[in-house]
């Protein structure tokens, strides 16, 4: 029996995977969200915007599981 252990909602602070548009395969922390916008952060400091359906949330400081 499989069940939901947790629940990672997409708001200000949270880790994001994207896997679309031109930042694909990177990880970025969400800054803010406008609509269908959102105002991301990479690691190296840089802040960019894309679309919120390009983005898949992983946890909210850190990675909480792993994509293969």
């Known amino acids: 029996k499989q069940a939901v252990a947790q629940h990672f909602a997409?708001?200000?602070g949270a880790l994001?995977?994207?896997y679309k548009g031109a930042h694909v395969g990177?990880?970025?922390t969400v800054q803010?969200?406008?609509g269908t916008t959102v105002l991301l952060k990479a690691d190296d400091g840089s802040e960019f915007e894309t679309r919120r359906s390009y983005c898949f949330v992983l946890g909210k400081k850190k990675p909480e599981f792993k994509i293969q």
């Open 26 to 28: 990177h990880l970025a």
């Open 32 to 34: 803010d969200v406008h």
């Open 16 to 18: 994001v995977f994207l």
């Open 10 to 12: 997409f708001e200000k």
